[in-house]
């Protein structure tokens, strides 16, 4: 039974990339009331045009034949969203969660905590929707644990049903049940991690992938023929390279280089060639038009 006091209706939501405006369209959609933190106005601006275009592909999958009830929903979802571009113009004493969804940059990750704590209330819920990080390391520098946890969804998160519910080693048993249920109202399936490195999906995929771009820089197969195979050999949905496409290079870049230098001796973490000049020139994936492949 949860405790009354740590349901969650009120949820502040930062970050504005893929996860961020993915996590707030089906939190609206479950009729959570949402407020998306973006570093600038043009960012909060292009976010909504997304979550208004993914609504609009949930609703005519909903509702296919009425039109009228289709922006009906849509209407009604997106009175549930609030945009801010500066923390202290929001209502933090009545928000029951803070889920993060910024870069995967542990010092920045720890500051925004930091400068969260200072104005939240005692029943605010912290949770981050890292990659890759330990827990204990994004809330070290906090002066409360037992709110504090591991919210990891997978992208796109309209469509995939799994959220990786990571518990540490002081989250509270209110707070870990809060989420569980909160997840399940969003419509996904929730499961238990540890806090450990990349907690269960990615210590298994992010070595895949990477072996993936060994494989090609080794000239061992071509970049689409290890797609091909992956997809009509595994059932894969995706090969991996359209999905390192998918995920953002940028983000499998600060996993690799984060873990390679958490594990120097760890052979599966060694970064590749072929990933680190993608990024340096930029092309991050399809969020920039270019990666392994080109987008319209
Ligand atoms: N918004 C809303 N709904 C979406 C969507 C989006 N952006 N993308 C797909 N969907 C929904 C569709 O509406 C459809 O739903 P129904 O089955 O209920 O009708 C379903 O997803 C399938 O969509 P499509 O038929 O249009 O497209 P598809 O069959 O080509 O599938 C895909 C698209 C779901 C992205 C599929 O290719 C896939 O599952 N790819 C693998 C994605 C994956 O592995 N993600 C995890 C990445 S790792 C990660 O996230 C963790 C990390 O920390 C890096
Ligand atoms: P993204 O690149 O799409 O978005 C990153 C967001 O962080 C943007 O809103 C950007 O404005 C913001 N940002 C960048 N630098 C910042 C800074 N210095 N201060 C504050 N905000 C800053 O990334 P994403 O894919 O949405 O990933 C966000 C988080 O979710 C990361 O921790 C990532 O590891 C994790 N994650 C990503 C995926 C995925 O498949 N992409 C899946 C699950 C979890």
Request: proline residues 3%.
């Amino acid at each position: 039974m949860i405790n009354e006091s740590l349901k969650i209706q009120n949820v502040v939501i930062v970050g504005t990339g893929l996860m961020g405006t993915g996590i707030a369209q089906v939190a609206i959609e479950s009729g959570v009331n949402v407020t998306v933190v973006g570093r600038t106005e043009e960012k909060c601006n292009s976010t909504k045009a997304k979550i208004s275009t993914g609504l609009a592909r949930s609703a005519k999958k909903k509702f296919a034949d009425s039109e009228e009830t289709q922006s009906k929903y849509v209407e009604s979802a997106l009175a549930n969203l609030e945009f801010a571009t500066d923390l202290a113009d929001i209502n933090l004493a009545e928000s029951d969660l803070i889920v993060e969804a910024i870069v995967e940059n542990l010092k920045v990750k720890q500051k925004l905590f930091s400068d969260l704590e200072r104005v939240v209330s005692d029943k605010c819920i912290f949770a981050t929707n890292t990659s890759s990080f330990q827990l204990k390391d994004v809330s070290c520098k906090l002066g409360r644990q037992d709110n504090f946890a591991g919210l990891h969804f997978f992208n796109p998160v309209p469509a995939m049903k799994l959220v990786e519910v990571v518990r540490g080693d002081e989250t509270s048993d209110e707070v870990y049940d809060a989420l569980f249920s909160f997840c399940q109202r969003l419509g996904k399936t929730p499961v238990r991690c540890k806090d450990t490195p990349g907690f269960i999906v990615n210590r298994l995929l992010i070595p895949y992938l990477l072996d993936a771009m060994k494989m090609a820089e080794r000239g061992d197969a071509e970049i689409k023929d290890i797609d091909t195979a992956m997809k009509l050999g595994t059932s894969y949905p995706m090969g991996p390279f359209e999905l390192l496409d998918y995920i953002g290079l940028d983000t499998m870049k600060f996993i690799v280089d984060g873990w390679h230098q958490r594990y120097p001796e760890d052979e599966k973490f060694v970064p590749c060639a072929m990933l680190d000049r993608l990024v340096s020139e930029g092309k991050l994936g399809k969020k920039t038009g270019e990666g392994f492949m080109k987008y319209d």
